[in-house]
T-cell receptor, first 115, second 106 residues
């Protein structure tokens, strides 16, 4: 069964550095999402992406964040200047769309640690 | 963001008992209501979902009920087993509930 994949599994960075988290959604899915989960807390929505543009974003998704689909398979989340409070697990998800299913399938996550 | 409220935050049951977790939502236009299970350090995994054209859906020991008038939906787990211990999240549109940590005591 196809799965969403994410790399790296763990990223350690210094405060102020830029990081790029990578995701490969399920092939033929049309909708892509990023979520984050601070340790011990709920999963929080960051952004949704469809047809090569952001369709929805939350208050968390400020100017420090950006997303891109640089080719036909990858979907990336960039944090320009990381802060300590960006430390969290970041999950990518994808959904087929086009009325076939509303289910979002999640990747295994990238644990980001900002020192 | 959209309001999704989930209760209780923790639930401890004896093996074999039933567990019920409830969520309320605010988006009247919603028509899809999934429940996710998350084990420690792992991704959320879909365990059951329901669409607004039905009031209840069952899959073995797991069921979900939906009340669109009251805007709430519930997860029911019967004959609980220790491996059911995890955090359960309801989900609506883009937003997760706050999670319920279920502990099934052997």
């Amino acid at each position: 069964e196809p799965e969403v994949t994410q790399t790296p599994s763990h990223q350690v960075t210094q405060m102020g550095q830029e990081v790029i988290l990578r995701c490969v959604p399920i092939s033929n899915h049309l909708y892509f999402y990023w979520y984050r989960q601070i340790l011990g807390q709920k999963v929080e929505f960051l952004v949704s992406f469809y047809n090569n543009e952001i369709s929805e974003k939350s208050e968390i998704f400020d100017d420090q964040f950006s997303v891109e689909r640089p080719d036909g398979s990858n979907f990336t989340l960039k944090i320009r200047s990381t802060k300590l409070e960006d430390s969290a697990m970041y999950f990518c998800a994808s959904r087929a769309g086009q009325g076939r299913t509303d289910t979002q399938y999640f990747g295994p996550g990238t644990r980001l640690t900002v020192l | 963001g959209e309001n999704v409220e989930q209760h209780p935050s923790t639930l401890s049951v004896q093996e074999g008992d039933s567990a019920v977790i409830k969520c309320t939502y605010s988006d009247s236009a919603s028509n899809y209501f999934p429940w996710y299970k998350q084990e420690l350090g792992k991704r959320p995994q879909l365990i059951i979902d329901i669409r607004s054209n039905v009031g209840e859906k069952k899959d073995q020991r797991i069921a979900v009920t939906l009340n669109k008038t009251a805007k709430h939906f519930s997860l029911h787990i019967t004959e609980t087993q220790p491996e059911d211990s995890a955090v359960y999240f309801c989900f609506n549109k883009f937003y997760f509930g706050s999670g319920t940590k279920l502990n099934v005591k052997p």
